[in-house]
């Protein structure tokens, strides 16, 4: 499990190679082929972003299904920018968390504040704020919509990197220590690798997050703002206020096709390169597979190529090095330390209470008592929906993601569908909804709740799916020797090794549904509009309305309860997952 920093496998390979023919064979020209048509499809779509704010007048979204295909390659080009960004974040920001102790303690909370915060949320404040960073130029919405998306994928991927960060065993640490590894070196050779797994899985569902929100993300009405990108999430809400069926099917068609493609072209060789990552004494008796991932490894020129990488990442490796390797020593804390993280938790506390007073004297100026009330009775309604939605999803994904962890076979099938399925935008949907409720004279206050959970569910699905992909084959072929009983092998084999990564999950869907309620709780087709009583309705409206005050007090109320709850139930699991059920 722990790489050590050398590449003599790759040099060696290398040098066999050049021995030989240096012309690319048949899969260089393939692998070359899929890159270029890649490459050139991303590039006109970045070049279109940087047109004129006045294109987007002069020559709107329409529902032409030649188009189509033009608007996927730059909703595409968005996802990947905000998930390129997101991967960036989340190195920073959760090894930071993971390493620092005084950091932790801004880091955390802060976390849990930003995933409550609605994508519509975000979008009120920033949309203004990077139109007028690139006057005249699509690119201020463009970024807009960029960081919209963002904002639906990083919090998980960070909150999956932090938790892994902090559950790596202790004895892989001990002999990375042992081998005078630099703390450089044991991030890159130990930690990451081990992070690797549970990361791949929540890149993958945060991709599918930022589908489940792109309507909200690039058909952008904000108070007398309206910007429509060019985009599969402009076209279905075009289509869905037009009540246009065939055009509604046209984009699911579209965005399934995306999915299989980059499902195919990367995720899952990525998947089938990490499976090495794995902390394992025992092979692995089934591996997934990827036919790009073969293709690479069969090329002769792309590894000639990947030579002087592969030595430029060896020499990185040995920064710091050179300094004397012995055992570190545990040194006992300094009374000096723990005066300055008491200090530093007291200066914290002082800037939350600033920040909370300052956003209760701008409610308290703008609204009054009665709007706060409405707003908190809206907060009760949604947190018995999430609650709910939550506990069931679990009981519905545990199993079925355990069982699918452990046979790689069935994940590579799984995989793309889940997918899809997690990024099957809920705007898709309304026209049945709305349709069947009104037919039926059904309540919106309980039938409108599934949708909320419609996007987040995954969040569970994919986090077990990595927990039970990364589980020890050596520990489950020791659970098959002492022939434990069913209950048995769940209660102290399985669920403790996936424990981690489901509270990852659940965490995550929790945040997530919150979010997804500015989505659910108010649903439109055509002109028939539909509202359930909820704190997702009460933002919705005033966003829309460009009701700044209360657009600031609902979220205020919904960053609350996400805190508190995430301080009351999933932190102490987060700690319970951290003491007692790691891979030591």
């Known amino acids: 499990m722990i790489f050590l920093p050398h590449n003599r496998e790759s040099l060696s390979e290398a040098a066999t190679l050049s021995r030989g023919r240096i012309m690319p064979n048949v899969y260089d020209i393939l692998a070359l082929s899929i890159m270029a048509a890649v490459f050139v499809l991303l590039a006109h779509a970045a070049i279109a972003m ?11 979204v329409t529902l032409d299904p030649a188009n189509l295909p033009e608007y996927a390659v730059r909703t595409t080009l968005r996802m990947f920018a905000a998930i390129i960004a997101s991967l960036i974040f989340t190195f920073v920001v959760a090894t930071l968390a993971a390493k620092s102790r005084r950091a932790e303690i ?3 909370p802060a976390l849990d504040i930003l995933q409550s915060v609605p994508v519509l949320g975000f979008l009120t404040f920033t949309v203004t704020f990077f139109m007028g960073l690139f006057p005249g130029s699509q690119l201020g919405a463009e970024l807009a919509s960029i960081f919209a998306i963002f904002t639906s994928q990083a919090w998980n991927m960070t909150f999956s990197f932090y938790q892994s960060l902090r559950t790596v065993p202790r004895d892989l640490d001990e002999v990375s220590r042992g081998f005078g590894l630099t703390s450089w070196q044991r991030f890159w050779r130990l930690e990451a690798p ?51 069926f065939v055009a509604v099917g046209w984009a699911v068609l579209a965005m399934g096709i995306l999915i299989l493609l980059y499902d195919q072209l990367l995720f899952r060789p990525i998947v089938a390169w990490a499976d090495k990552f794995r902390a394992e004494q025992t092979a692995s008796q089934q591996k997934p597979r990827s036919w790009v991932y073969d293709l690479l490894r069969r090329t002769r020129l792309l590894k000639l190529i990947g030579v002087p990488l592969a030595a430029g990442w060896d020499r990185l490796m040995l920064v710091g090095a050179r300094r004397t390797r012995q055992a570190p020593r545990l040194a006992a804390p300094r009374p000096t330390s723990k005066l300055v993280d008491r200090l530093w938790i007291v200066l914290v506390a ?21 709007d706060v009330a409405e707003a908190f009775g809206g907060g009760f309604a949604t947190l018995v929906r999430v609650v709910v939605l939550v506990a069931l999803a679990s009981l519905v994904w545990v199993p079925i993601g355990v069982w699918v962890g452990l046979r790689p076979a069935v994940a590579q099938k799984v995989q793309p569908v889940a997918q899809f399925l997690a990024a099957f935008p809920a705007n898709v949907l309304f026209p049945f909804v709305v349709i069947a409720i009104v037919a039926t004279g059904a309540s919106p206050n309980v039938w409108l709740s599934p949708l909320m959970i419609l996007g987040t569910q995954w969040y569970i699905l994919f986090n077990v799916i990595a927990g039970a992909s990364a589980f020890p084959s050596d520990l489950r072929e020791a659970a098959a020797v002492f022939k434990l009983s069913s209950w048995s092998w769940w209660t102290k084999v399985m669920l403790p090794g996936i424990f981690p990564y489901y509270v990852t999950g659940a965490l995550t869907a929790t945040g997530g549904s919150w979010n997804a309620s500015i989505v659910a709780e108010v649903a439109s087709w055509g002109n028939t509009h539909l509202e359930a009583y909820g704190l997702g309705s009460y933002i919705a ?10 657009v600031v007090l609902g979220i205020a109320v919904m960053s609350l309860f996400v805190t508190m709850f995430n301080r009351l139930m999933w932190r102490p699991l987060y700690v319970f997952a951290e003491r007692r059920l790691r891979l030591d």
Do not use: C, H
Not at 50 to 60: C, D, H, N, V
Not at 541 to 550: Q, V
């Open 50 to 60: 940087r047109g004129s704010i006045e294109l987007l007048s002069t020559a709107p």
């Open 541 to 550: 409206k005033a966003t829309e309305a460009g009701d700044f005050p209360r």
């Open 350 to 370: 002082l800037m939350a209470i600033a920040g909370a007073m300052v956003t209760v004297l701008y409610i308290r100026r703008t609204l009054g008592w009665g």
């Open 194 to 244: 081990f992070a690797a797994p549970g990361l791949i899985w929540n890149t993958m569902m945060s991709m599918s997050g930022g589908w489940f929100f792109v309507v909200a993300s690039e058909a952008i009405t904000v108070g007398d703002t309206t910007v429509e990108l060019p985009g599969i999430g402009s076209w279905l809400a075009l289509a869905i206020s037009k009540q246009d």
């Open 106 to 108: 801004i880091i955390i």
